[in-house]
């Protein structure tokens, strides 16, 4: 197997599952848990950010408790001549769509959209659509979350991955 640079070895998982376990864990906390130095987690932390690993310490929230209990997912059709980033702007200026990817096959853009209602879904995939360079959407509703949005697992299988004696950076 060859260098794998962006892999994350046993401490840099650790720390990331004690992170996500409890996000208000002071770096002291965590050097005490993981029984290192306080700078080595300091410095893990900071390559960790500076990589992209770790790209925030906000809240999860869930869209259903604040009133949004409709998800789904909707495939746009674009009109090419117009690119994907500028449909990308209009997406991002409707707060109701939480994620945004181009895509490969018969769609070019997917997209995770919250609504209040079936009705108020309605109203969202019209503003969507709205915009003159999407040509047509295709929207499925989910009935219930299977697996909800995780990474633990990845980051446990991705520190697993390393050769012994490859550098973590």
Do not use: W
Request: aromatic fraction near 4%; proline fraction near 4%.
């Amino acid at each position: 197997m060859g260098r794998l640079t962006n892999a994350l070895d046993e401490l840099d998982a650790k720390l990331i599952e004690l992170l996500a376990a409890e996000p208000r864990i002071g770096v002291l906390e965590l050097s005490r848990r993981l029984r290192v130095a306080r700078g080595t987690v300091q410095a893990r932390l900071d390559r960790l950010m500076v990589r992209g690993v770790i790209t925030g310490f906000g809240p999860e929230l869930d869209p259903s408790a604040i009133g949004y209990g409709v998800t789904a997912f909707v495939t746009l059709e674009i009109r090419q001549h117009e690119g994907h980033d500028i449909v990308g702007v209009h997406l991002a200026s409707i707060p109701e769509v939480l994620e945004a990817h181009t895509i490969t096959g018969p769609g070019d853009i997917l997209c995770r959209i919250v609504a209040r209602s079936n009705a108020d879904l309605q109203r969202v995939i019209d503003e969507i659509v709205a915009y003159q360079g999407i040509l047509r959407a295709s929207t499925l509703i989910a009935l219930a979350e299977q697996v909800r949005y995780r990474t633990i697992p990845l980051v446990r299988k991705a520190s697993r991955l390393q050769t012994p004696g490859e550098a973590a950076f």
